[in-house]
Nanobody, 124 residues
Framework: QVTLVESGGGSVQAGGSLRLSCAASGRIQSINCMGWFRQTPGKERVWVGAIGGVTGAGPTYYADSVKGRFTISRDNVGNTVYLQMNSLKPEDTAMYYC???????????????WGQGTQVTVSS
């Protein structure tokens, strides 16, 4: 069993930065991929990016909308994954979720475990 808890959301002006954290506990060795998603009211959850592997600097993948602005990283132990968000835009405003995939490979879908989400609000 794996549990995910996000933190670090908040309000920021356009052009600013925020770093989200996702702390994993439980059987983290079973995780093949950690992803970040975001969702705005009335819309579907959208994949933001992901990091593969269990520990260390695994391969990272990003949606075109955030490429070059967002960076996903992980601590050496593998307990915490980060989403560094720079050059934030009002359209980045959303609830952000981290997710874990057990089995399979890193992709934009088929994540098994989800955190509770953290709100990011970017004002113009």
């Amino acid at each position: 069993q794996v549990t995910l808890v996000e933190s670090g959301g908040g309000s920021v002006q356009a052009g600013g930065s925020l770093r989200l954290s996702c702390a994993a506990s439980g059987r983290i060795q079973s995780i093949n991929c950690m992803g970040w998603f975001r969702q705005t009211p009335g819309k579907e959850r959208v994949w933001v990016g992901a990091i593969g592997g269990v520990t260390g600097a695994g391969p990272t993948y990003y949606a075109d909308s955030v490429k070059g602005r967002f960076t996903i990283s992980r601590d050496n132990v593998g307990n915490t994954v980060y989403l560094q968000m720079n050059s934030l835009k009002p359209e980045d405003t959303a609830m952000y979720y981290c997710a874990a995939r057990v089995g399979g490979y890193c992709s934009q879908s088929d994540y098994n475990i989800w955190g509770q989400g953290t709100q990011v609000t970017v004002s113009s």
